[in-house]
């Protein structure tokens, strides 16, 4: 049987280290990696575009509602259109500032 010394455990030890040490990963996004990255950018901006437009055009009905629902005393009317004005406004900024959250995010987990 051989025994163990310091001399013999030391690099066996060394060699369980680095194996169970993972090495430094570097990956980051490209933008040639995929065919097709441009025109899925050109995509989402238009998506974004829409969904900026459908914002508007949401917020302009809910004010009309909250207008009529205030001028014929309905406050049930009233209080929809004041909740559709309010989830326009948070549609818009969700849409506005979605490249911001992704970027800001991106951000916190490279820093992690």
Request: charged content about 5%; proline content about 5%.
């Amino acid at each position: 049987m051989s025994v163990l010394t310091p001399s013999l455990l030391a690099p066996r030890l060394l060699a369980l280290v680095t194996v169970l040490v993972p090495m430094q990963i570097d990956i980051n996004p490209n933008d040639t990696g995929l065919p097709g990255i441009a025109q899925l950018r050109t995509i989402v901006g238009a998506v974004m575009t829409i969904g900026l437009i459908l914002a508007v055009l949401a917020l302009i009905i809910s004010a009309i509602v909250w207008a009529i629902g205030s001028n014929a005393s309905n406050p049930h009317l009233a209080s929809r259109g004041k909740t559709g004005v309010l989830i326009a406004c948070g549609a818009a900024v969700i849409c506005g500032a979605a490249v911001t959250f992704v970027n800001f995010f991106w951000g916190v987990g490279q820093a992690v």
